[in-house]
């Protein structure tokens, strides 16, 4: 198997990883997101745990793609394939910064249920609104404008490289600017992040992430655009003998 190859199947991999990550961060999450009343409840510490755990994992996983495609794609746009590694760090620091303020809501609920924990109900309710609120709004930049941006800088340098079927590709740019436009209008109030029009938003996103990783992971890139290492090579000795 060559280099491009195994790099292709640990970006694939790594692509499922996020889609299975942020829907389980997202799901477990529920009780906390949800319930206002969650920071002076009894709680499900537990279940919020396994989603900062699935959303820790995502963190990863966004890295690693960056990480593994790079290689690749700095062969065909070493700028734009430094952009998107950038991009994809970010996008991870925001989630993660979100992971830190749920995480905070379940430090608040257990120090108020102690005996040290004085505060009147309505003053820790507002504090755990306001880290609920400072997650959402990560949940907004981080996989939504930003996820947006890197798909696009992705899928541009797929489109334009031939590293895979160009539909492919396209499903990419689609993806893109509809997440990026949808993320536009949930920050001006036209509809709630969390919705149906949301979801439907982010479907193409979704999609090209799932087809892109199914892609990798069966055929992986098209070598001839890719330019495998063997193949460099091999052209390498050509060069030389009639150099």
């Known amino acids: ?49 396994l989603g900062a755990l699935c959303e820790l994992v995502l963190a990863l996983a966004v890295m690693g793609t960056g990480a593994a495609l790079y290689p690749v794609l700095r062969r065909r746009g070493e700028g734009a394939a430094v952009g998107y590694v950038c991009g994809r760090l970010l996008e991870a620091a925001v989630i993660v910064v979100g992971i830190v303020s749920v995480l905070a809501v379940v430090t608040l609920r257990r120090q108020s249920a102690g005996p040290s924990g004085a505060a009147d109900a309505a003053s820790l309710v507002t504090a755990g609104k306001t880290l609920v609120a400072l997650h959402d709004w990560t949940f907004l930049l981080g996989p939504n404008f930003v996820l947006g941006a890197n798909t ?3 899928a541009c340098l ?14 990419g740019l689609v993806g893109g600017a509809m997440i990026c436009a949808s993320a536009t209008a949930v920050l001006f109030g036209v509809y709630e992040q969390v919705s149906v029009a949301g979801s439907l938003a982010a479907l193409p996103v979704f999609a090209w992430e799932v ?33």
Do not use: Q
Not at 27 to 44: N, Q, T
Not at 160 to 169: D, E, G, N, Q, Y
């Open 1 to 49: 198997m060559s280099e491009t190859r195994r790099l292709a199947v640990v970006a694939g991999a790594l692509f499922l990883v996020t889609e299975v990550a942020a829907i389980g961060g997202l799901a477990l999450y529920r009780p906390v997101l949800e319930d206002p009343g969650y920071v002076v409840g009894s709680g499900a510490d537990t279940r919020v745990f």
């Open 152 to 154: 696009l800088v992705l």
């Open 158 to 171: 797929m489109y334009t490289s031939r590293l895979v079927p160009r539909a492919v590709a396209v499903l």
């Open 211 to 243: 087809t892109l990783a199914v892609r990798l992971l069966l055929k992986g890139f098209d070598e001839v655009a890719a330019g495998d290492g063997a193949g460099e090579g091999t052209r390498a000795r050509v060069d030389a003998l009639t150099g």
